[in-house]
């Protein structure tokens, strides 16, 4: 396991997969994001978009469950997110898309329990759906400890 405070810029982590079903789609628009293009197929495939397609507000919580879950398992524990100085939707994402991130630390603030991350989401056809960098509060401790 890796400790925060032992990272390295540059270092690179590549989290698991997560895939999209219709349903999840449909039930996340519903409750947060209640656009034609994410409810209704014809709407959908009247847009911009060809088709119904994720929110880019449930990709981003994708990542970061994903970015959550990786960090984890590496004895990484997240405090919280501090900044998104930028974020851009690349293209899309459709049912039964499968979503991986890529993660590079571009920065890291040690003396502030700063983690600055570049962050790529892809789909299962390498294309970059979603990009940000993102500042992490990071615990002084790896998670397991009482005293994060």
């Known amino acids: ?19 999209l079903s219709k349903r999840d789609i449909l039930e996340f628009a519903a409750e947060f994001d209640p656009q034609p293009y994410h409810l209704e197929t014809e709407a959908a495939e009247a847009s911009i978009f060809g088709g119904l397609c994720a929110s880019g507000w449930q990709v981003c919580a994708l990542m970061t469950r994903l970015v ?22 690349k293209i899309p994402v459709f049912a039964d898309d499968s979503l991986c991130a890529n993660v590079v630390i571009a920065d890291c603030k040690k003396d502030q ?11 299962q056809h390498q294309k970059v759906a979603l990009v940000l960098s993102m500042t992490l509060r990071v615990g002084a401790q790896s998670i397991g400890s009482k005293s994060l």
């Open 113 to 123: 329990g700063l983690l600055v991350c570049d962050i790529a989401v892809k789909n």
């Open 68 to 89: 959550s879950d990786t960090f984890k398992n590496h004895g990484i524990a997240i405090q919280g997110i501090q900044t998104i100085p930028n974020l851009q939707w």
């Open 1 to 19: 396991m890796d400790n925060w405070q032992n990272l390295q810029v540059g270092q690179v982590f590549e989290t698991d997969t997560i895939t």
